[in-house]
């Protein structure tokens, strides 16, 4: 857990660039991020204002971890936001059972990589 603590820096970086890199494409090309996602088309116009809509609260969300790595007095709440929005997609894409074997479970991996990491080191600030 210390390394973790000691590193915090660059996970936070790391970790929020992934999340932004990774959801920014839903902002702007949302029929074509769904269906490299879960291989699946959008064609109604309100599901794609929920797309894009869903990949801006997650970019925005990767933009806070990476101003939390510089501001630490900031971390709780980021941290915490953060990692409620990633368990919430990994429960409901894994819930779903449809997405088993989509590329969406490279991004739920990715998630969990990422909640054990940020949820490590909030219970070794305690």
Same mark, same amino acid.
């Given at each position: =857990?210390?390394?973790?603590?000691q590193?915090? @820096?660059w996970?936070? &970086?790391?970790?929020?660039?992934?999340?932004?890199?990774?959801?920014? #494409? =839903?902002?702007?090309?949302?029929?074509?991020?769904?269906?490299? %996602?879960?291989?699946?088309?959008?064609?109604? #116009?309100?599901?794609?204002?929920? *797309?894009?809509?869903?990949?801006? =609260?997650?970019?925005?969300? /990767?933009?806070?971890?990476?101003?939390?790595?510089? @501001?630490?007095?900031t971390?709780?709440p980021i941290? %915490?936001?953060?990692?409620?929005?990633?368990?919430?997609?990994? /429960?409901?894409?894994?819930?779903?059972g449809?997405? *088993?074997?989509?590329?969406? =479970?490279?991004?739920?991996?990715?998630?969990?990589? &990422?909640?054990? %990491?940020l *949820?490590?080191? %909030?219970?070794?600030?305690?």
């Open positions: =857990m210390t390394w973790i603590v590193n915090i @820096h996970i936070l &970086i790391v970790s929020g660039f992934l999340t932004f890199a990774v959801m920014l #494409p =839903m902002c702007f090309a949302p029929r074509w991020a769904v269906n490299l %996602l879960f291989e699946e088309d959008l064609t109604a #116009p309100s599901s794609l204002l929920i *797309a894009r809509s869903w990949g801006a =609260m997650i970019a925005a969300s /990767g933009l806070m971890l990476i101003y939390a790595a510089w @501001h630490p007095e971390r709780l941290l %915490l936001y953060s990692i409620v929005g990633k368990l919430g997609f990994i /429960g409901l894409t894994v819930g779903n449809r997405y *088993a074997r989509r590329p969406a =479970m490279a991004a739920v991996i990715g998630d969990v990589l &990422i909640v054990a %990491l *949820a490590r080191y %909030l219970l070794a600030q305690k």
